[in-house]
């Protein structure tokens, strides 16, 4: 039943497309992309020391919230911001594409966190640490790889999916509609959490290791995951909300001039 959804999704969603209608399509899912990553940064900002502190120190809310200081927060703003901007919009021009073609959404799904993950684990890693203030060097840029790409590979082939379902329920939301991306979004985060459970355990501080008993609680896994979802899935709803204003006042600016 679902084979059939998804056919039914490619034939209604792109039919016959110009590369001029391609082209513009995936300009606008990477202007989306940018304007989230602005979002997603100062959320990240203040959200992600915290959220990083309970994934893989296993730390409780308020002890990570009082072992993070404004000043950290600031600081880290600056990482956010830049790596952001490398990252969504990366990732929604990819996944816009994939859409436009007529293959599965599984396949999409692991082209798409394939080629991201290889592409931006670097960039992941620096963040990730300094989120956490440690030292970062080569031998680190590409730690956790495997768990992180299949972590993504999930996230992209859920969010695919998710997507087809919520557009079958809903007819009158689009692909960019800011409500459906705020559902997939956070679907798509819970269906790779176990994998970025994985990578948090093997990204745990050499020589303050949890053992794998004390690591894997269920009250960690659904602490760390629904702060992490509800973070990324805000962040992009409402960087779908503000990217039409958004594109339509810097078009204005460069008319005008």
Not at 20 to 26: G, L, M, N
Request: net charge positive; glycine share 8%.
């Amino acid at each position: 039943m679902l084979g059939r959804a998804e056919a039914r999704t490619h034939r209604a969603a792109a039919p016959l497309l110009t590369s001029a209608e391609i082209s513009t399509k995936v300009m606008n899912a990477m202007g989306a992309g940018a304007v989230a990553a602005v979002i997603q940064a100062a959320l990240s900002a203040v959200a992600e020391p915290i959220v990083n502190r309970v994934l893989v120190r296993r730390m409780k809310l308020m002890d990570a919230v009082r072992d993070v200081t404004p000043s950290m927060m600031l600081k880290f703003f600056k990482t956010t911001l830049t790596t952001n901007l490398l990252k969504f919009p990366f990732f929604e021009a990819i996944n816009m594409f994939c859409s436009l073609l007529p293959i599965s959404g599984a396949v999409r799904g692991l082209f798409t966190g394939f080629v991201f993950t290889t592409a931006t684990l670097p960039v992941t890693n620096f963040r990730y640490r300094k989120s956490m203030q440690l030292e970062v060097n080569w031998g680190n840029i590409y730690e956790a790889y495997f768990p992180t790409v299949i972590r993504d590979m999930a996230y992209a082939t859920v969010r695919n999916y998710s997507t087809m379902g919520v557009l079958a329920a809903f007819p009158g939301w689009k692909i960019t509609s800011p409500q459906l991306m705020f559902i997939v979004v956070i679907l798509g985060c819970l269906g790779s959490a176990p994998f970025n459970e994985w990578r948090g355990f093997l990204l745990q501080a050499k020589g303050k290791e949890l053992s794998f008993k004390d690591f894997f609680k269920p009250a960690n896994f659904v602490r760390s995951t629904s702060l992490g979802a509800f973070n990324q899935g805000t962040a992009l709803a409402v960087g779908y909300l503000c990217a039409p204003p958004v594109q339509r006042f810097v078009a204005g600016l460069m008319a005008g001039h």
